[in-house]
């Protein structure tokens, strides 16, 4: 049997940009998506701590060292900048797998997203 798993998880970073006319996706800085073991064109769940909402997209590499968290196509609706997001990824595997594995957990500095 499989579960899904909490994989990665970047804890409280800031939206920095909502770019409601890009093909949609999340934009991450390349040192967050590194620190927390997310990759390019994974699927993420994005949380607003703001407003409640919760959606799901996948992950486009932003700048390094940029802060970049920017919601991109509809989702940009769901945000505003200066919103403060969570961002979850999860995996699916064995049972008994599972009940070793150790996400990666990520807690930004929420004023530049730099990992500290």
Do not use: W
């Not at 970073?13 to 909502?18: D, L």
């Not at 006319?21 to 967050?32: F, H, K, N, R």
């Not at 919601?71 to 969570?86: F, S, T």
């Amino acid at each position: 049997m499989n579960i899904e798993v909490v994989k990665s998880k970047i804890h409280k970073a800031r939206v920095t940009e909502a770019n409601l006319q890009y093909v949609g996706s999340i934009t991450i800085d390349e040192d967050l998506m590194e620190a927390s073991n997310i990759i390019e064109n994974e699927k993420v769940q994005v949380v607003n701590i703001n407003n409640g909402e919760r959606l799901e997209t996948y992950v486009i590499k932003g700048e390094r060292g940029s802060g970049s968290i920017c919601l991109n196509g509809p989702a940009a609706r769901k945000v505003a900048i200066g919103d403060i997001v969570i961002i979850i990824s999860y995996a699916s595997m064995d049972f008994d797998e599972a009940k070793s594995f150790k996400p990666t957990f990520i807690f930004p500095d929420v004023e530049t997203n730099t990992v500290i």
